[in-house]
């Protein structure tokens, strides 16, 4: 393995397994992701819609920089999460390549209760 630090991240599967434009679901550490493969570039999502909560934004088509939920067409940027409109949509998560292997790094969320 290369010298890149993979501190707090996860292999979730290898650049082979996904395909260009074609989300993929992944469930790592009880927190549900989709991840696409757009111009040999990887983006990972929060894969629940914040609509309605369903768990279908893998399923999404690609158009532009966005995801589009597929169930009732919220459009959320790939590279942020966020909506055409700047208002908070998806959680994004950081991804690496290494090796030909893909990584992300998944933090659980903290509650201050």
């Not at 290369?2 to 599967?13: G, P, V, W």
């Not at 609509?51 to 999404?60: C, F, N, P, S, V």
Request: aromatic share 12%; charged share 25%; net charge negative.
């Amino acid at each position: 393995m290369t010298d890149m630090k993979l501190e707090d991240f996860q292999r979730i599967c290898s650049i082979n397994e996904l395909n260009d434009n074609i989300g993929r679901r992944f469930i790592l550490n009880d927190i549900d992701i989709a991840v696409f493969l757009i111009k040999q570039r990887v983006f990972a999502l929060s894969n629940i819609c914040p609509h309605l909560q369903t768990t279908l934004i893998y399923d999404g088509f690609i158009e532009d920089n966005y995801v589009v939920c597929p169930v009732h067409g919220w459009k959320f940027d790939l590279e942020t999460g966020k909506t055409p409109s700047g208002s908070n949509g998806l959680r994004v998560f950081e991804t690496k390549v290494v090796e030909n292997e893909v990584y992300v790094k998944v933090n659980q969320k903290k509650f201050n209760w």
